[in-house]
């Protein structure tokens, strides 16, 4: 039987690395839903190539076109926000991969959940958001939630086998990004193009910026937390610069357990998708003698202080996650925009953070205030 796959966020940098996956392992999965967030040109010539039962375009001004280009295939097509909740919820549906980008992924996720779907989860905005309700939510539907971020999926790995034996500490890697070694001065006039140039991962430019400003390994410390049960004080964030090794588990005995491989984020998609699996791949394998300086250092939490904003926020809890969240959101729009430089990004989002109310057990309608409360606030900060 045919491993039958929904992809949200099919036209991004994952939701296409999925595809590929799906390609070159056509005797082991089907895809069964694709949606896309507004590139309708892709979702089509992706629709056509794997002929999904369905597709969902999110902005509904695209639903003509679609409908037009794949009136002569047995693909249903739909429009529309609520429409993402519906398809992942369709009987035939077996794995949701999760890969939109930010706030947006979380009422599908909880959809796919409560449908009793498998989530390969690789918005981890999701779990940074509403982490506490996200993983209630999986363990009361006997839901999996196999993590597609390259340094979970690390952790996830190093678990296997491991039964109840306890984490004493994640050592959580991270690349640096391409300012590793920048002063204060040389970052505040860093440019979109400079931090969208990543040393070692492609990625969507969100989570590119993300990885530059260090926010990114705040976000996988806050998913680590959830993923794994563990506390802000056992996750230790190390900066590796050639991503090699993708994280690393320390035990109550002292052993440490790596999982290592080149940076290519269709193994730890492949992983999710086949678990507890390894079917055999073509990818490019590593070699020693060409990584023979595997270095790493601690990481510079003064000229990036989004690693400590983000531990800030993990160890409040509540609705302050949530805010992080959406400032960071609003930062990196307008950095990107050039409304503002890459120093400042950090600065708007402790004056978000700090400006909102603390909800201590935040209801899904908490956090869409929040979410609401802190994007407008942190424009109005930036517009003056
Ligand atoms: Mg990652």
Redesign the pocket.
């Known amino acids: 039987m045919k491993k039958r796959i929904a992809i949200l966020g099919s036209t991004g940098s994952i939701g296409s690395q999925t595809l590929e996956v799906v390609r070159e392992h056509a005797d082991r999965f089907d895809v069964e839903v694709l949606t896309a967030n507004t590139n309708f040109e892709l979702l089509i010539r992706q629709a056509k190539e794997f002929l999904p039962n369905a597709v969902v375009i999110r902005e509904e001004t695209h639903y003509q076109q679609l409908t037009e280009a794949l009136s002569h295939l047995p693909v249903k097509v739909f429009a529309g926000s609520e429409s993402l909740c519906q398809v992942v919820e369709m009987d035939s549906v077996d794995i949701v991969v999760t890969a939109m980008v930010g706030y947006s992924g979380l009422k599908p996720t909880i959809a796919a959940i409560k449908a009793h779907k498998d989530i390969a989860l690789a918005n981890k905005e999701t779990l940074v958001v509403a982490g506490k309700i996200i993983i209630d939510l999986a363990r009361k539907h006997q839901v999996g939630i196999l993590p597609v971020?390259?340094?979970h999926s690390a952790i996830y790995q190093c678990l296997a086998g491991e039964g109840f034996n306890k984490i004493e500490k994640v050592l959580l890697t991270a690349s640096g990004g391409p300012f590793r070694k920048f002063s204060r001065k040389e970052l505040k006039s860093v440019s979109p193009e400079q931090a969208l140039n990543h040393p070692n991962w492609e990625m969507g430019p969100k989570i590119t910026i993300d990885s530059a400003s260090l926010m990114?390994k705040g976000f996988?410390a806050i998913e680590a937390k959830w993923l794994f049960h563990i506390e802000p004080e056992q996750i230790e964030v190390l900066i590796h610069p050639q991503s090699i090794i993708h994280s690393m588990v320390q035990f109550e005995d002292g052993s440490i357990k790596a999982q290592l491989g080149l940076p290519d984020m269709k193994l730890p998609i492949l992983y999710a998708l086949s678990f507890p699996e390894r079917p055999k791949t073509r990818f490019p394998r590593l070699d020693f003698s060409n990584h023979s300086n595997l270095s790493f250092e601690a990481a510079d939490r003064k000229n990036f202080p989004n690693l400590d904003l983000a531990f800030n926020a993990m160890k409040q809890g509540g609705n302050i996650p949530c805010a992080l969240n959406a400032a960071n959101e609003i930062a990196v729009e307008a950095f990107l925009k050039r409304k503002i430089g890459f120093t400042k990004m950090p600065e708007l989002i402790e004056k978000g953070m700090s400006h909102i109310a603390f909800v201590s057990e935040p209801t899904i309608e908490d956090l869409e205030n929040t979410d609401k409360e802190i994007r407008q606030m942190v424009w109005s900060f930036i517009n003056g």
Do not use: F, P, R
């Open positions: 971020d390259s340094e990114n996988e």
